[in-house]
């Protein structure tokens, strides 16, 4: 059964940066969309950041340039480390962060805007805040 983790959440000083790490375990496809939503408080789901089998990378227009997806070469064929590097955090950035897996890679389309519970394997997430 896919387990999805996340890791790296915590409170910051606006400006500052995290690193959220995300372990997609026992996942058996060589196809996927993996990614991270957000969640703050009062807020509807937002799509931060996904990649798909293909290296193609999406981001929010409230996070470009500042936040990057990426991945580890999987170490084991099953498991998949996707990290999310967090840079200039603003206070705006306070949510609970989820990561999410998927196998079908259109669900990773720019024009795309599912919501974590659209994906088929989700993490219980980690709060991130960020205070000015």
């Known amino acids: 059964q896919v387990r999805v983790v996340e890791f790296g959440g915590g409170s910051v000083q606006s400006g500052e940066s995290l690193r959220l790490s995300c372990v997609v375990s026992?996942?058996?496809?060589?196809?996927?969309?993996m990614g991270w939503f957000r969640q703050a408080p009062g807020k509807e789901h937002e799509r931060v950041a996904v990649v798909d089998n293909y290296g193609t990378k999406t981001y929010a227009d409230a996070v470009k340039g500042r936040f990057t997806i990426s991945q580890d070469n999987p170490k084991r064929s099953t498991e998949r480390t996707l990290y999310l590097q967090m840079n200039s955090l603003k206070p705006e950035d306070t949510a609970m962060y989820y990561c999410?897996?998927?196998?079908?890679?259109?669900?990773?389309?720019?024009?795309?805007?599912?919501?974590?519970?659209?994906?088929?394997?989700r993490g219980q997430g980690t709060q991130v805040t960020v205070s000015s």
């Open positions: 999410a897996a998927d196998v079908f890679p259109y669900k990773c389309g720019a024009d795309m805007v599912p919501t974590v519970f659209d994906f088929n394997y």
């Open positions: 026992e996942y058996t496809y060589t196809s996927y969309c």
